[in-house]
Nanobody, 125 residues
Framework: QVQLVESGGGLVQAGGSLRLSCAAS????????LGWFRQAPGKEREFVAA???????YYKESVKGRFTISRDNAKNTVYLQMNSLKSEDTAVYYC???????????????????WGQGTQVTVSS
């Protein structure tokens, strides 16, 4: 069982930056693939970024060059550094962990076994 707790959300002006953190419980954190998803009001949840157990990274096209996903296995934490934020990045951001995450399917919800409760990111224009 893995528990995930996100933090770091908030209100920021367009063009600004935020860093989200997701702290995980469990002794096998290093073996999990990790992802960030988001859900804007009235929209379906969508993939944002993922990082595999061996460090491979994957991004939604619209965030490439602006967002960076990273992990610190010693701290059982995954991060999402978000720069050059836009109003369309406003959403609740969720982290997720998958014990058998396949890189070709990293953007799919079904690849993830555990989810956090979410943290709100609001970008004002």
């Amino acid at each position: 069982q893995v528990q995930l707790v996100e933090s770091g959300g908030g209100l920021v002006q367009a063009g600004g930056s935020l860093r989200l953190s997701c702290a995980a419980s469990g002794r096998t954190f290093s073996r999990y693939g990790l992802g960030w998803f988001r859900q804007a009001p009235g929209k379906e949840r969508e993939f944002v970024a993922a990082i595999t157990w061996d460090g491979g990274t994957y991004y939604k096209e619209s965030v490439k060059g602006r967002f960076t996903i990273s992990r610190d296995n010693a701290k059982n934490t995954v991060y999402l550094q978000m720069n050059s934020l836009k109003s369309e990045d406003t959403a609740v951001y969720y982290c997720a962990a998958g014990g058998s995450l396949r890189s070709d399917y990293a953007s799919l919800d079904d690849e993830y076994d555990y989810w956090g409760q979410g943290t709100q990111v609001t970008v004002s224009s």
